[in-house]
């Protein structure tokens, strides 16, 4: 510090005028707005040392608002303070696009930084909102094949990022990309693997892999220490990175929580002592959050204890904001202030753990279930300088720190290499749960049917396979003969297709499904989809178990059959065609699910934004053997679909499908190349019921096998759908309880055991009485 003439008055000395000007608060404006006061005042507050002190001083940059989204969803800047700090939503707008199948996931905060990973694991971005500046890497890892990798959709991609700078003093968004480290965590249903770049090496380290017991919830890690972690689905207990010694493990979480979903768990760094901690909010009559802390003992025991503290959400907020079955999400949190943001009916709020003090952030959001990520910095609008890196961080590697454009990325990895990079498609054969049915199983012990139907001289189905007499397929009367509607996709898309969408309309209200015809997929295309099905189920057993979902004797995922461990170049072409069918497919579903928004009155892309952006496609290949006894067995029992909607490619030459049509089952007939859409469990939920899911059923040839691929169109996993405000009104009351997909999901093979549908099982339907009373008619029509 320069010497002071006493002579000065303190505001005219230059060093004590900087000495009060570090004392205004960080807030946005403050800076700002005493530059105003004079030029030599905006000279001192401008001087970019000024400001490395000010950071410093302070420490602790300010809370400025949230990034907002969820996997899948397009991410915004949710600002939190209040003029004339307020900084516009515009001003952090998330540059990468989420446009087709290159889609980008915002998957955190850290230290002034955001990390954003492609969701077919072709890159990662770490990116400073406050400079714009980025850097983009290729994922240095594909998981192994070996582990039964088929589609990625098992397998994702938790990317953190922290700053590593250790200098004294250093307050954390003032990083400016330099130096940090990048951890990218792979995890799948059985393994999970971590890998770290380091900007100062430039360089990515080893992969490390351990085995997990199941996937871990799509929240960021929590870093406590050098270690980050994640809490598994279920029972799982932690997963658990240590970033310095690079190790991978496990450890346990408190034995009485399950972890059912996202919303109710967040793993903690506990203000006091900074351990891991675990907050567990709990749906009760009585909303609470429940706390635990991980603890060790003298002896080295390390344990979970139960806190004493458990926050009573009542007593603070007041009884009116909670209702129904749920009454609170958590979905956010702050590791630097031990804050949960929680949503709720009534607005969004932060929640500080040892204070219990809580803070609004917006009374206008309603409950939703997208996450909020913190996002704090220094930000000193319109100081110019200020607001630009430091020219250290400047002159680094302009290639890696550029402005952000797509042409600036690094190339896509060649879609044939290593590991396939399909993002949503998951393919399966067949069913499995309750009564056995005659279609090819699937995870089930014993002879898969296609062998037991194979054998010389069967005469009869076995007795597993053969239903009681009620409920066989020729108890009822002969299958009712009636036509499947039948809609002509190419006219519906016509400004003109008054007649059709009526058609559609009568199709969805009489029968919830229809035949497409108009789709524009080549009848060639089809044929070799389904040729190349038919071939897949002829292969020997032996290698269509190399690529089955069972690994040493355990399922340990969704898919099955098709998988990614492909030998023969056939099979890589079978691969090929399936996904080229689901881009494909993809784009009908599309045209369907805007054609059915339209019948509602609502804008097109009503149901596609309810299902959100990072939807799951399905596709289950199902083989049906001739049977001797078509009269005893189900080749598939009835049931409902859960998808929203389902896409069926039928046998060309073998019908078998029946829909229960008035209490008669109906049979669909051949359809050759066209398709059959059918109207799944979660359309009734988003559409409130105005669309139904029909029953149907398959049965069985005594001479002719039979295929079909069925692609059920699913939201995605995290989302909490019902039916939407605009179609619950006085007349029509919502039928049906907020509900997490992934539950519904995970209640559909039991619910389908014991023949009933999910929503049912489930317990999700609000009001059978009223159901079925609002007619489509009266839903008011643009057609
Ligand atoms: O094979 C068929 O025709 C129908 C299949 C089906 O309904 C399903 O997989 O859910
Ligand atoms: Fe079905």
Known sequence: MSRRRSSLAPLDDDDLLGEILLRLPPQPSSLPRASLVCARWRSVLSDPQFLGRFRKRHGKPPLLGFFTGDVGRRHVFTPVLGSPDRIPAARFSVPWSRKGYDRWDFRGCRHGLAVLVNDRGRGVVVWDPLTGQHRHHRVPFSPNPRYGIICQSSWQWHPAVMCTNAEHGHAHGDCFLSPFKLVLMCNGPTHAFACVYNSVSGAWGNIISTATPTNILSRPGILVGNALHWLFRGGGGVLVFDTEKQSLGVIDKPAEINVTDCWCCQLLRTGDDGNLGLAVLSKDSKPSIQLWKRQSHSSGVVEWVLLQKTIQLEGLFGSGMFSASINALMVGYDEDSNEIVLSTYVGVFILQIESKLFRTVSKRLPLDDKMFYPYKNFYTADLGEGNSP??????????????????????????????????????????????????????????????????????????????????????????????????????????????????????????????????????????????????????????????????????????????????????????????????????????????????????????????????????????????????????????????????????????????????????????????????????????????????????????????????????????????????????????????????????????????????????????????????????????
């Not at 890589?572 to 689901?582: A, G, K, N, P």
């Not at 999910?758 to 008011?780: H, M």
């Open 390 to 783: 430091p020219s250290s961080a400047r002159s680094s590697s302009s290639s890696e720190l550029s402005p952000i454009n797509a042409q600036n990325r690094e190339p896509l990895p060649p879609v044939n290499s290593g590991t396939r990079e399909e993002g949503r498609l998951c393919a399966l054969a067949s069913t499995a749960g309750g009564m056995p049915s005659w279609s090819q199983e699937r995870g089930v012990t014993g002879k898969l049917v296609q062998v037991v139907a194979a054998e010389d001289g069967l005469l009869a189905p076995p007795s597993r396979y053969v239903l009681r007499e009620e409920n066989r397929p020729t108890a009822g009367a002969e299958p009712a003969k009636l036509t499947i509607p039948i809609v002509d996709l190419s006219l519906l898309a016509k400004p003109n297709g008054v007649e059709e969408a009526a058609k559609l309309r009568s199709a969805l209200q009489s029968w919830g499904l229809f035949v497409v015809t108009g789709h524009g997929m080549p009848k060639e295309f089809l044929d070799e989809i389904l040729d190349a099905t038919r071939k897949f189920f002829h292969l020997p057993l032996e290698e269509k178990q190399r690529c089955s979902n069972v690994i040493d004797g355990a399922m340990f995922q969704n898919e099955g059959y098709g998988t990614d461990r492909i030998d023969s170049d056939e099979q890589i072409l079978d691969w090929e065609l399936l996904h080229e069918y689901t881009i494909q497919i993809g784009q009908v579903t599309m045209d369907v699910l805007k054609a059915m928004a339209k019948l509602l009155d609502q804008k097109e892309d009503f149901f596609i934004d309810m299902v959100g952006e990072r939807f799951k496609s399905y596709a289950r290949f199902t083989y049906y053997p001739p049977c001797p006894r078509p009269d005893l067995v189900n080749g598939l029992k009835p049931h409902t679909d859960n998808s929203v909607i389902t896409l069926l490619l039928l046998d060309k030459d073998v019908g078998g499908l029946q829909v229960l049509k008035d209490g008669h089952w109906v049979d669909v007939p051949v359809l050759g190349h066209d398709l059959l859409v059918v109207v799944g469990e979660g359309m009734e939920i988003v559409s409130n019921a105005v669309f139904k899911a029909p029953w149907h059923r398959v049965v069985t040839s005594v001479d002719k096998e039979r295929v079909s691929l069925a692609t059920f169109y699913q939201p995605e996993p995290q989302r909490i759908i019902g039916p939407p405000g605009a179609l619950v009104h006085e007349k029509r009351p919502a039928m049906f309880k907020k509900c997490l997909v992934q539950t519904l999901a995970d209640g559909y093979w039991d619910a389908f055991a014991v023949g009933e549908r999910t929503v049912d099982f489930l317990n999700v339907r609000i009001d059978a009485e009223a159901d079925g009373k609002l007619e489509l008619e009266s839903v008011a029509t643009n057609s």
